[in-house]
């Protein structure tokens, strides 16, 4: 049975940092890419950043410079960092996992779902 499950979330002001973990098992971790993303209450669900198997990264314009995915693969276990929170950061957020490449575990495509998804963490910042 495939299970991601995330933590880490929270509320931070703004300007502030979380590190959100999804911990992944039941999958060959490695045939995966991994990706988060986000959804706001009344918007669409958005993709933020995604990390393939050979260790390539991509994030999206809004949290360049501010997110940074990684991942430790002896634990199975994906990572976000997130600085220079904004407002707008403030979401339900959740990590997944892609048989395809990284356009689709760092983005959302339309017409496609991604393999797994974990239950999501919180994450409100406030100004």
């Known amino acids: 049975q495939v299970q991601l499950v995330e933590s880490g979330g929270g509320s931070v002001q703004s300007g502030g940092s979380l590190r959100l973990s999804c911990a992944a098992s039941g999958l060959t971790y490695r045939r995966y890419c991994m990706g988060w993303f986000r959804q706001a209450p009344g918007k669409e669900r958005e993709g933020d950043a995604g990390i393939d198997s050979d260790g390539n990264t991509r994030n999206t314009n809004s949290v360049k410079g501010r997110f940074t995915i990684s991942q430790d693969n002896a634990k199975n276990t994906l990572y976000l960092q997130m600085n220079s929170q904004k407002p707008e950061d403030t979401a339900m957020y959740y990590c997944?996992?892609?048989?395809?490449?990284?356009?689709?575990?760092?983005?959302?495509?339309?017409?496609?779902?991604?393999?797994?998804w974990g239950q999501g963490t919180q994450v409100t910042v406030s100004s």
């Open positions: 997944a996992a892609s048989l395809n490449g990284i356009d689709y575990c760092s983005a959302s495509v339309p017409g496609y779902e991604n393999n797994y």
